[in-house]
């Protein structure tokens, strides 16, 4: 009777540990679950940070922006109005800083760092370097603290950029170009390094 009231303590025992583990697995499966669903549920950077630089000859031109999507959106003469500043970017105001001297336009920028803005217009952009590069959007912006200002005439393609875009290139070793684009727009302009 003894062994046989053993034998059947041992078998509740074994019964009890093996649905425990079950529990515990589901439990764990059930966290691992949650967990792939917190990570999937996490918001997509709607604007991601982004640079573009190069070296053109002993100059290095950098900049700094933040990205922004078009998603669906018509961007320039409806997010954005026609004729009104924009920080060229999301978020903080894009900057561009370079290590020597450039000429732009015929004009020279000098070594160092500047917010840059522009002024969209349906048939030609205005493109500014301001001294103020570090600000929210346009909201510190002042007309007084531009130190280059120039009109380009932007490119319009049927095709769609979804994310801005910035690129520096290098034409030879003391001339480069500095492009962007978003949307259907896209904009470049030439600059050489200051002898």
Known sequence: MGKLLTIFCF???????K???KSEK????NEQKANQKLKSTK???????????AMVGDAHIHIDYSSPGVRNRIIFGGLLAYDMVWQAGAHKATWIETNKDLIIEGKTLVAGKYGFFTIPSKDEWTLIFNTNWDQHGKDEYDAKEDVVRFKVKPIISENITEHLVYKVKKVNSGEGIISLAWEKVSLDFNFSIKQ
């Open 11 to 17: 078998a509740i025992l074994f019964v009890s540990c």
């Open 19 to 21: 649905s425990q583990k």
């Open 26 to 29: 589901k439990e764990i499966q």
């Open 43 to 53: 918001k997509k950077v709607l604007s991601p940070h982004a640079t573009a630089m």
